[in-house]
């Protein structure tokens, strides 16, 4: 019998995998745990619909990161932190407080899609990697003042 697959099943294949197995298999484990559905044309169209519409979700999903990273190219962040002598910061300047400062300037950025090689820890210019989309990076310039 064949089956489409809805998760990815060890020894057997991936989601949205078209797999020949056994009948009783297919009926008393896949069927029954709702692993899979069985090939029929109507559930092999909807599949096939299903991964068009995710692989255009996708591709608009890269376009927007695109263009944020363009529009990120070259941006500075400013952050304004406490710190004592010689520049040395108090703490350190985190991926959070980076994405506060690029919140300010109108770009919404998870604070887990900031890279920092090293922590900052005093007062200067750092190039940051900011990651929008699996594929798509984008370099910016933090400076760090000190305050107080």
Partial sequence: MKVILLSDVEGLGKADDIVNVS????RNFLLKR???????????NSIRLKKGSLAEKARKEK???????AKLSGRKAVLEMKSGEGGRLYGAATSA?????LAKL????????IQLKSPIKTAGEYEVT??????????ITVEVKPVG
Avoid: F, M, R
């Fill in 106 to 113: 109108g770009y919404i950025v998870d604070k887990k899609n």
């Fill in 34 to 44: 709702k692993v899979a559905l069985e090939a029929t044309a109507s559930n092999l």
């Fill in 63 to 69: 376009e927007d990161a695109q263009e944020v990273a």
């Fill in 130 to 139: 900011v990651k929008l989309h699996t594929d798509v990076t984008v370099n």
């Fill in 23 to 26: 009948d009783g298999y297919a």
């Fill in 97 to 101: 407080d980076i994405a506060g400062a």
